[in-house]
């Protein structure tokens, strides 16, 4: 069974500095997606960033990017110049995956990290 | 917005009771999941519904059952609630059961009392 686990329950950070949230996961598949998922407080989750665990390079998106470790299992966010309104809760999540890259299965969650962007 | 829509938004039900949520997904969408999100944690899968069929189920009772219909919305319905099923009730859809992205609703908060 696979597992992810975020070990901040809550973290801030002021506007326009870098922030950096930890995550790391278990499991034994070769193939697998890692995504962030944000909840800002109206409830819809939004993808933030998604990593092919066959892919080296790191993902990056605007502001966001991650540092994905495979062997270690971890795949942290990196937020830089911070905005309010990246205040929300952000997830990490796993995701089995075929040998062709397509989706076998669930989203996996870890418990969350409560971002607070401070003015 | 993802164009997945949720309803009702707020619910208060008594322990005992049977509840029906409903999820419209995104036009083109053919796959549905659910996920139960207790008070402080991350979301759980329940089951996923593709072009009408159960195709996968997490770690919940039968009382929890799902429908999935002709236009690929779908209903997630709990037979005799229980305290322990408050929760924010997400709902997913996807291009395909392949697909590796999932466009959430604003999910249902469901209250039981």
């Known amino acids: 069974a696979q597992t992810v686990t975020q070990s901040q329950p809550e973290m801030s950070v002021q506007e326009a500095e870098t922030v950096t949230l930890s995550c790391t996961y278990d499991?034994?598949?070769?193939?697998?997606?890692l995504f962030w998922y944000k909840q800002p407080p109206s409830r819809q989750m939004i993808l933030v960033i998604r990593q092919e665990a066959y892919k080296q390079q790191n993902a990056t998106e605007n502001r966001f990017s991650v540092n994905f470790q495979k062997a270690a299992k971890s795949f942290s966010l990196k937020i830089s110049d911070s905005q309010l309104g990246d205040t929300a809760m952000y997830f990490c999540a796993f995701m089995k995956s075929t040998d062709y890259g397509g989706s076998q299965g669930n989203l996996i969650f870890g418990k969350g990290t409560k971002l607070s962007v401070k003015p | 917005e993802t164009g997945v829509t949720q309803s009702p938004t707020h619910l208060i039900k008594t322990r005992g009771q049977q509840v029906t949520l409903r999820c419209s997904s995104q036009?083109?969408?053919?796959?549905v999941s659910w996920y139960q999100q207790a008070l402080g944690q991350g979301p759980q899968f329940i089951f996923q519904y593709y072009r009408e069929e159960e195709n996968g189920r997490g770690n919940f009772p039968p009382r929890f059952s799902g429908l999935q219909f002709p236009n690929y919305s779908s209903e997630l319905n709990v037979n005799a609630l229980e305290l322990d099923d408050s929760a924010l009730y997400l709902c997913a859809s996807s291009r395909t059961v392949q697909s590796t992205e999932a466009f959430f609703g604003q999910g249902t908060r469901l209250t039981v009392v």
């Open positions: 036009s083109g969408h053919n796959t």
């Open positions: 499991t034994s598949e070769n193939n697998y997606y």
